[in-house]
């Protein structure tokens, strides 16, 4: 799966753009919001809606992590109760 040149953003290849440049390089974009702030010479780290999708994916991460220690946890607890009853 081919990630966005501009923001990062994995996307399926059907949709989306690709772009050719003169000497062969090929840039791909989700959208055309993305090609065209590309093309206008903007830096995506300096763009709102980038940064905030950056951040917004760090949260989720992190949530995501927490959810899976959490259910491992309960996991680890139910082997240990059902150790205790079998004696």
């Given at each position: 799966?081919?990630?966005?040149?501009?923001?990062?953003e994995?996307?399926?290849?059907?949709?989306?753009?690709?772009?050719?440049?003169?000497?062969?390089?090929?840039?791909?974009?989700?959208?055309?919001?993305?090609?065209?702030?590309?093309?206008?010479?903007?830096?995506?780290?300096?763009?709102?809606?980038?940064?905030?999708?950056?951040?917004?994916?760090?949260?989720?991460?992190?949530?995501?992590q927490?959810?899976?220690?959490?259910?491992k946890?309960?996991?680890?607890?139910k082997?240990?109760?059902?150790?205790?009853?079998?004696?």
């Amino acid at each position: 799966m081919p990630t966005c040149h501009f923001c990062k953003e994995t996307y399926n290849f059907p949709n989306g753009i690709s772009v050719v440049q003169k000497d062969g390089n090929v840039r791909y974009f989700c959208s055309s919001k993305c090609r065209k702030n590309s093309e206008m010479g903007r830096d995506n780290k300096k763009v709102k809606w980038v940064r905030k999708s950056e951040t917004v994916k760090a949260i989720r991460d992190k949530i995501l992590q927490s959810k899976i220690a959490h259910s491992k946890a309960k996991a680890n607890a139910k082997t240990k109760v059902k150790a205790k009853s079998k004696k």
